[in-house]
């Protein structure tokens, strides 16, 4: 199987360091994509990065990674509260998904609360700000790398 972790990050994560720094800190997504890259390369991982704004787009590319990808890591920003087609479009797909985001969602707004990725993710990481991305990464290596039960 593809040693290959897809890392999708939603609407309005292409303004991190710009977007409320307070809430999520001063990082851009380069330096989230170049840590995650580099993360998966020290745990001899591949790592694509992908951002859109666009949900089609989004699913489009989970669509693509049936087959392809070992897992993905997704910070569907606010998708993941609405979202019910990306949540069918990580079923469809087929491979394990770890849910990631910035800020603690759980003590932010109460919409912020309900997650439809939540439900189809092995795991999910919140409020461990661009450090959650490495964790996820991490997470799947050991995923990867473990031995079947006898």
Same mark, same amino acid.
């Given at each position: 199987m593809s040693q290959i972790i897809l890392v999708l990050n939603g609407p309005n994560l292409n303004m991190l360091g710009l977007r409320e720094p307070a809430v999520y800190g001063h990082e851009t997504l380069a330096d989230v994509e170049a840590m995650a890259v580099q993360s998966g390369q020290e745990l001899g991982l591949s790592i694509e990065c992908r951002q859109t704004n666009h949900e089609g787009q989004m699913i489009d590319w989970?669509?693509?990674? #049936?087959? #392809?990808?070992? !897992?993905?890591?997704?910070?569907? !920003?606010?998708?993941?509260h609405t979202s019910i087609a990306i949540h069918d479009a990580l079923i469809a797909c087929e491979v394990p998904v770890l849910e990631v985001h910035i800020s603690n969602v759980h003590r932010r707004e109460e919409f912020r609360h309900h997650s439809f990725v939540s439900k189809v993710a092995v795991g999910v990481i919140a409020g461990f700000g661009t450090h959650g991305y490495k964790l996820a990464i991490s997470h799947f290596a050991k995923l990867l790398n473990a031995k079947p039960a006898i």
């Amino acid at each position: 199987m593809s040693q290959i972790i897809l890392v999708l990050n939603g609407p309005n994560l292409n303004m991190l360091g710009l977007r409320e720094p307070a809430v999520y800190g001063h990082e851009t997504l380069a330096d989230v994509e170049a840590m995650a890259v580099q993360s998966g390369q020290e745990l001899g991982l591949s790592i694509e990065c992908r951002q859109t704004n666009h949900e089609g787009q989004m699913i489009d590319w989970i669509h693509q990674a #049936r087959q #392809r990808v070992a !897992g993905i890591v997704i910070n569907p !920003g606010a998708w993941t509260h609405t979202s019910i087609a990306i949540h069918d479009a990580l079923i469809a797909c087929e491979v394990p998904v770890l849910e990631v985001h910035i800020s603690n969602v759980h003590r932010r707004e109460e919409f912020r609360h309900h997650s439809f990725v939540s439900k189809v993710a092995v795991g999910v990481i919140a409020g461990f700000g661009t450090h959650g991305y490495k964790l996820a990464i991490s997470h799947f290596a050991k995923l990867l790398n473990a031995k079947p039960a006898i």
